[in-house]
């Protein structure tokens, strides 16, 4: 999963002279829960991450970054069928 790097957002933002989300969401016009969903570990969609890029510059790709915390834990376990016991009859 992919997550907002805020701190390479708040870096570009705050050469611009937008110092907190306020700034940022007048800015961009991006909703302010919006970014504070994204700082708190959602997933930023494309159309927001150009938003980003087209206000701020730089490139996409260095407003993201790879999250492998939760990797393992979002793929089930694979079970193992048990041997079905034969009865007599």
């Known amino acids: 999963m992919i997550r907002l790097n805020m701190a390479a957002l708040m870096k570009r933002a705050r050469s611009m002279g937008d110092e907190n989300v306020d700034a940022i969401a007048g800015r961009t ?9 994204l700082a708190g570990g ?12 087209a206000v701020y510059g730089g ?8 999250d492998r915390t939760g990797q393992d834990a ?3 376990k ?12």
């Open 78 to 89: 694979q079970r193992t069928p048990r041997p079905r016991s034969r009865r007599s009859t």
């Open 74 to 76: 979002a793929v089930p």
């Open 42 to 53: 959602s997933e930023p969609s494309l159309p927001i991450l150009c938003k980003f890029r």
């Open 29 to 37: 016009g991006i909703s302010r829960s919006t970014i504070y969903r």
């Open 59 to 66: 490139r996409v790709d260095s407003l993201i970054k790879e």
